[in-house]
């Protein structure tokens, strides 16, 4: 007696249709095009972290070999870099361009996200102002005029008499005013450094004079 062979039911096959496919590569470029600017905003703020906090150890290191070898520092502010966040420090009366430049934060921050900027809060007799100044001024030759953006520490590691209060503000290029500056800030003669951030760096260089 033969046996009867039924071929069994063909199985659905297992995947996605085009459509779906779709479906979900949309919403996946949804959720990034929201996430993305969050995302971006975060990096930059610890961007600034990292530059504001290289700064204030280059400062510290730099008062700490005045004191050491007792010899005066000259200090430049680059505010004319569009590309890179940095200072640059030699002796008193070298000019910017053959002082020793120092780049600011990781390595890794891309060329003209993170810029810097500098005030001074002090008139032509070096008394403390009401507002900040910016100093605008190209860093180039020497530092001889108020309007320029750099100081010198004397072999105390403290600043100029003239020179003080003294800003430095650390920005996003796209967002110069925004919540994430930071800034560092030599409010008085006696070299002290502080920091501040937001609106705290609107204080002004009276108040950070203590006037």
């Known amino acids: 007696m033969s046996r009867l062979h039924r071929s069994n039911p063909p199985h659905p096959i297992a995947g996605f249709t085009l459509i779906e496919v779709l479906v979900v ?3 996946a470029a949804v959720l990034a095009g929201i996430a993305a600017p969050g ?3 975060f990096v930059n703020r610890q961007r600034v972290t990292s530059v504001q906090n290289d700064l204030v150890a280059n400062l510290n290191r730099l008062q700490s070999d005045a004191q050491q070898r007792r010899t005066p520092v000259q200090v430049w502010v680059d505010v004319s870099n ?14 910017f361009e053959d002082s020793r430049q120092q780049v600011l934060g990781d390595e890794g921050i891309p060329q003209g996200t993170i810029r810097l900027r500098a005030f001074r809060g ?9 507002t900040w100044q910016p100093l605008t001024t ?17 072999f105390l590691g403290n600043p100029d008499r003239n020179r ?3 800003k430095i503000e650390v920005y996003e290029a796209n967002s110069p005013n925004g919540s994430g500056r930071k800034c560092v800030i030599m409010p008085t003669l006696l070299g002290q450094i502080k920091t501040e ?15």
């Not at 569009?82 to 000019?95: F, K, L």
């Open 164 to 166: 003080v209060p003294f």
């Open 82 to 95: 569009p590309d890179r966040p940095q200072i640059r420090y030699g002796a008193v009366g070298a000019t």
């Open 39 to 41: 995302w971006l905003a």
């Open 197 to 211: 951030q937001g609106d705290g760096c609107n204080t002004t260089p009276r108040q950070w004079a203590g006037l």
């Open 25 to 27: 590569i949309i919403i």
């Open 122 to 130: 002090f008139d032509n007799d070096g008394i403390a102002q009401t």
């Open 138 to 154: 190209t860093s180039s030759g020497l530092c001889n005029s108020i309007d320029q953006p750099c100081f010198n520490l004397d």
